[in-house]
Nanobody, 123 residues
Framework: VQLQASGGGLVQAGGSLRLSCAASGRTFSSSGMGWFRQAPGKEREFVAAINWSGGNTYYADSVKGRFTISRDNAKNTGYLQMNSLKPEDTAVYYC?????????????????WGQGTLVTVSS
């Protein structure tokens, strides 16, 4: 599976962005998918995850209620809708896919990674 993340950009605090993760390969529809982020000078952290069908999701406490992860297996694409953005959400966002169909929340259980897309939230 190859992943291509897009949709990042510059937005003011309180604004919204939707990230997309386009996948190639026939196994995406049976793969768990996740989003991680890495802010400057910080370690990569988990943001959100979704299982193969989209029926189960999990969020980091820091984004719960503001971000929504989803997927469209017919389009081989995953999404991260980000609302009420805060300056502390500024980071490079990475999408990932796992060989497991489950909701995976730890980075070492993901097998495929996209290149990252930069989100900058100004105050």
């Amino acid at each position: 599976v190859q992943l291509q993340a897009s949709g990042g950009g510059l937005v003011q605090a309180g604004g919204s962005l939707r990230l997309s993760c386009a996948a190639s390969g026939r196994t995406f529809s049976s793969s768990g998918m996740g989003w991680f982020r890495q802010a400057p000078g910080k370690e990569r952290e988990f943001v959100a995850a979704i299982n193969w069908s989209g029926g189960n999701t999990y969020y980091a406490d820091s984004v719960k209620g503001r971000f929504t992860i989803s997927r469209d297996n017919a389009k081989n694409t995953g999404y991260l809708q980000m609302n009420s953005l805060k300056p502390e959400d500024t980071a490079v966002y990475y999408c990932s896919a796992a060989k497991s169909p489950r909701t995976v929340v730890v980075d070492y259980q993901y097998d495929y990674w996209g290149q990252g897309t930069l989100v900058t939230v100004s105050s």
